[in-house]
């Protein structure tokens, strides 16, 4: 006679090893498997395995988008929780698989529909980097003048820190409008002669596109260059080619690839430093690029700042907090217009961080300056380099205590509660007279886009 607990324990064991087999099918991303086990017993689903990680967590865990995909289309619980206390989602957003975690944010199909139009690629404008910076090839003059001489170098041309730029084909199909001008050394190398040429040394290409041949077994150089000379003439560098300056830092600068816009970020604030700081800070004495353009020396000897690291020597960020304040309701957020602004057009407050201060008290400080509204909790979402000159946007959600608006009119002429709906018809149906939001390129854009996805879920 069989012993009905043997019975019991071999069946228990066989569920754990079916178990065990699932979770580990969806950790591999084994679509067919997960899939076919899923058929077999449905019960599998949400079953954590032996180390309290269910499939669906490590689908997310190691980015796989199918399998993801396929436990939710069965009904897989995405607010189960780990013995870490983390669902599947803060698992994907831990781990950097933002499109997971988006898939994970959708409850229903309209959500869906509207986290999907969240990511064409999901990286933030300005804040790519196709390039190693290779900080440590900085100092060594050898390397970067064989750099500097070499014919696969790539050399950007800047007038006033407007970039020199053509026109894209719009069956590219990048949505990028625009393209850098890239010069070789050969076209460049009297210019570099000029005394009013400021050379910087932006990289080294992380990869290279398939379609370039291989002309070297090195990675290609990337440097910019801001010169003083006659814009026209130097129009002329690069022959019968249509290129022209993109001039409006707000507008002309939006329209370029992610990945130029990275390099554009970088490329910009630094010249844009070095044009700032022609004279010594301390002393007022003239001052010179060293370091590939990293750094800049006071020529006088006896200048204080030649002793010990002086910040005023390197090229300078400011941190600037952007916030979208959301009422205590949940189902409205605060959105002003300063005067500039186009007709109808609204968004995040924003102000410059102050020293002394932190991101929350600056959030908190910056909305009740503009707006009279106190602000509790402060969660940080996401920052952008924003290269007018070189601000780092600071990107927050922040809960709001009070209600009641008084803008400060010196900076803002109107700022307003809009209801979650009137933002989702701006983000999806285009701009209306009530509602334009700024450009998908800002991170203002973004983070509305990020209340609504959160939002979605709850
Ligand atoms: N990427 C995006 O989505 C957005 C970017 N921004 C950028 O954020 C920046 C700051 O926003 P605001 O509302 O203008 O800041 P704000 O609210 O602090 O007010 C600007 C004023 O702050 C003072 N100020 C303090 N520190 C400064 C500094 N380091 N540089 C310049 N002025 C300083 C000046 O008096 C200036 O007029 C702007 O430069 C703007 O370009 C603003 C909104 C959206
Ligand atoms: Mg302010
Ligand atoms: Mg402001
Ligand atoms: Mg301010
Ligand atoms: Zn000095």
Redesign the pocket.
């Known amino acids: 006679m069989i012993d009905s607990r043997v019975v019991k324990s071999v069946r228990m064991n066989m569920t754990e090893e079916m178990v065990e087999r699932f979770v580990d099918a969806a950790s591999r991303g084994d679509v067919a498997a997960v899939s076919s086990l899923i058929s077999r017993c449905a019960s599998l689903l949400d079953r954590p395995g032996a180390n309290g990680w269910n499939a669906l967590m490590l689908a997310a865990r190691n980015g796989h988008y199918t399998v993801t995909e396929t436990l939710l289309s069965h009904g897989a619980d995405r607010l189960v929780v780990n013995r870490s206390s983390q669902t599947a989602y803060d698992i994907a957003k831990f781990w950097g698989h933002t499109h997971i975690g988006n898939l994970l944010l959708g409850t229903d199909n309209q959500s869906q529909h509207i986290l999907a139009t969240t990511d064409p690629s999901q990286e933030i404008y300005f804040s790519a980097e196709p390039l190693d910076r290779l900080s440590e090839r900085r100092s060594d003059a050898t390397w970067q003048q064989d750099k500097q001489n070499r014919p696969d170098s790539v050399f950007l041309l800047f007038s006033e820190l407007s970039p020199l730029v053509h026109s894209l084909e719009p069956s590219t199909g990048s949505g990028a409008q625009t393209s850098l001008c890239r010069f070789s050394s050969s076209l460049v190398k009297e210019l570099l002669l000029k005394p009013g040429s400021v050379l910087v040394f932006l990289g080294v290409e992380r990869r290279r596109p398939s379609s370039s041949p291989e002309t070297s077994s090195e990675p290609s150089a990337w440097f910019a260059i801001n010169s003083t000379e006659d814009p026209e003439v130097l129009l002329k560098l690069g022959g019968e080619k249509d290129l022209f300056w993109a001039r409006r830092p707000?507008r002309d600068l939006l329209n370029f690839s992610q990945d130029e816009a990275g390099i554009l970020a970088q490329a910009r604030a630094v010249l844009a430093w070095h044009s700032r700081y022609a004279f010594c800070p301390t002393c007022g004495s003239s001052s010179r690029s060293e370091e590939a353009g990293y750094k800049r020396t006071c020529t006088n000897a006896s200048c204080s700042s030649l002793q010990g690291v002086h910040n005023t020597s390197y090229p300078r960020v400011?941190p600037?907090v952007?916030m979208l304040v959301l009422h205590p309701d949940g189902e409205q957020c605060l959105l002003g217009r300063?005067k500039v602004f186009p007709t109808g057009m609204f968004?995040?407050?924003?102000?410059?961080i102050?020293p002394g201060e932190s991101v929350e008290s600056a959030v908190r400080r910056?909305v009740e300056?503009?707006s009279g509204v106190k602000v509790g909790s402060v969660r940080y979402v996401a920052c952008?380099p924003?290269p007018?000159p070189s601000?780092l946007?600071i990107g927050c959600l922040a809960v709001a205590l009070s209600t009641d608006i008084k803008v400060d009119e010196n900076?803002i002429e109107e700022a307003r509660w809009f209801p979650r709906q009137k933002v989702i018809d701006a983000l999806f149906r285009g701009g209306s007279p009530v509602l334009l939001l700024?450009p998908q390129q800002?991170?203002?854009?973004q983070l509305v886009k990020h209340w609504i996805g959160c939002n979605s879920n709850l």
Do not use: P, R
């Open positions: 707000n400011d600037v952007i300063k968004s995040c407050l924003a102000g410059f102050e910056e300056e503009e952008q924003w007018v601000s946007m900076e700024s800002t991170i203002a854009h």
